[in-house]
């Protein structure tokens, strides 16, 4: 079965088409992102304004003719926080429905959460046990807790890479004063969630990061995954640490040349490492785990266990088996 999970972000519009069936990882096919970098695009009110809807739809439209030419089972599309927390945003996608033919199912904090624990699950096994998720998007941060497929504790919080950089560090480069303040509403945030929801949750045996952000901070601080070994790519505390002033004193578009950062991911970079290491900080953690798979390849996932609801046929054990 050939699927396609078109994911509208708050950064971009991700089309991901993968072929999958029940018991079988997913393989990917074909990917392709337009940028939106819709945090730009909120009024005074929240309200999403018409050139940032107007680049959804476009985006939307192109995704919609890529996966029809490729040809897809199915056509999955999900928003996550930029539409969900937009003032106009059910106006949005009644337009997105009728002028793309794309009905978007619009998840909650807690429901990328719980999809994103599933898909880092299934990558890094059962072996390994209780596990601390960190996922940042451009305009939510979520962090989720467990020892199984789905987790039992999860928040998300508006602390994504995109909505911190338009609310605290707008100024390119931003003044020392203006890091210091997002790291006190981070700090602040993340140890109201901590005390309230993690405290009894046991310590966890690997702490996993999703998401470009991550994978970005952790490519340009610790390098790439060993294609030889197959282990995964880490990101450290103290490696974050050291390269936190480096990219408060350059501006967007010089962050964009370094290793791992992407154009899209250069002007919003530094809230990111800012919100994550402070993060790190008060849960307590020195090494990130990077999970390839996140939000997109949990949606595939669960719709593919939907499909094989029944699970696997019964073992026969009459006298006749």
């Not at 939307?60 to 999900?78: N, P």
């Not at 959460?113 to 601390?132: D, F, K, N």
Request: glycine share 10%.
């Amino acid at each position: 079965m050939r699927l396609g999970v078109i994911d509208v972000g708050s950064n971009t519009v991700h089309l991901l088409i993968v072929d999958a069936h029940p018991g079988a990882s997913p393989v990917p096919y074909h990917s392709q992102r337009a940028i939106l970098r819709l945090m730009r695009y909120l009024d005074a009110d929240g309200a999403i304004i018409e050139q940032g809807v107007r680049l959804i739809i476009d985006a939307i439209k192109e995704s919609v003719r890529t996966a029809h030419e490729i040809g897809v089972d199915d056509l999955i599309c999900t928003a996550t926080s930029a539409i969900r927390e937009a003032a106009n945003g059910e106006e949005v996608l009644a337009r997105i429905a009728r002028e793309t033919g794309a009905a978007l199912r619009v998840l909650s904090g807690e429901d990328e959460a719980r999809i994103t624990m599933l898909a880092v699950r299934r990558w890094l096994g059962w072996s390994a046990g209780e596990i601390l998720l960190f996922d940042i998007g451009g305009g939510s941060f979520e962090i989720a807790q467990g020892a199984d497929e789905y987790p039992d504790v999860q928040v998300s919080l508006p602390l994504g890479a995109g909505r911190t950089t338009v609310n605290y560090l707008a100024e390119d480069p931003p003044t020392r004063e203006a890091v210091s303040a997002l790291r006190a509403h981070a700090r602040e945030e993340f140890t109201r969630v901590r005390e309230e929801l993690f405290l009894d949750r046991p310590r966890p045996k690997r702490v996993v990061g999703t998401s470009k952000t991550i994978r970005s901070l952790a490519r340009l601080i610790g390098g790439p995954p060993d294609p030889l070994t197959g282990d995964l790519a880490q990101l450290h505390y103290v490696g974050l640490r050291e390269w936190e002033p480096t990219l408060r004193e350059m501006p967007g578009t010089v962050r964009e040349y370094l290793p791992g950062i992407t154009p899209e991911r250069g002007y919003q970079i530094m809230a990111g490492a800012v919100v994550l290491r402070t993060a790190m900080k008060v849960f307590e953690v020195e090494t990130l785990t990077i999970s390839p798979w996140a939000l997109r390849e949990g949606i595939v996932l669960r719709y593919i266990d939907a499909l094989d609801g029944r699970g696997a046929d019964p073992v026969d054990e009459s006298p006749e088996a």
